[in-house]
């Protein structure tokens, strides 16, 4: 016994419709324009009614509009350029490696600094000239010894 023509044609119309529901659903997003029920409908060319009925898509629709900052789009940015939890998590790790690896570069800096500050017989490290610091292998953006007048056994200043 044959299915009924009626009931075959129907079926093909649902399948088509939803076919074109979920092409553009997949469309809007990747071009990361805001996903609605409303803009849906109308780049799909189907009712609003129908997408509230089909389960799948109405949940689809809603969680990517849940994605969105609040505003009906997902910042224009289109779902193949955003960023995935496990990229943002290596990007994190990467970050916090380097800033462990800067802060350990600067307190090695300042031991080397005060070591040679202690052995050059000087009392701190604003006293240090740039010359001095090239020659241990220290970097300094700029001289940062101050003037100091010498001052006779007496502690009055010479000059």
């Not at 044959?2 to 093909?12: G, I, N, V």
Request: aromatic share 2%; net charge positive; charged share 30%.
């Amino acid at each position: 016994m044959r299915p009924d023509p009626l009931s075959e044609a129907a079926a093909q119309r649902h399948e088509l419709t939803r076919a074109r529901a979920i092409q553009a659903l997949r469309e809007l997003d990747r071009a990361g324009v805001p996903v609605t029920f409303a803009g849906v409908a109308q780049a799909a060319g189907i009712s609003r009614s129908w997408l509230y009925t089909q389960p799948d898509i109405n949940s689809q629709i809603r969680r990517l509009r849940e994605k969105t900052d609040g505003t009906g789009s997902a910042g224009a940015i289109p779902a193949g350029q955003r960023a995935t939890e496990a990229s943002l998590r290596a990007r994190l790790t990467t970050a916090l490696d380097r800033n462990k690896q800067l802060s350990d570069d600067n307190a090695r800096l300042r031991r080397q600094l005060a070591a040679h500050s202690a052995t050059s017989g000087r009392h701190g490290p604003d006293q240090v000239t740039i010359k001095e610091a090239e020659t241990t292998g220290i970097r300094l953006r700029a001289s940062r010894r101050r003037h100091c007048p010498r001052r006779d056994a007496a502690g009055h200043s010479t000059g």
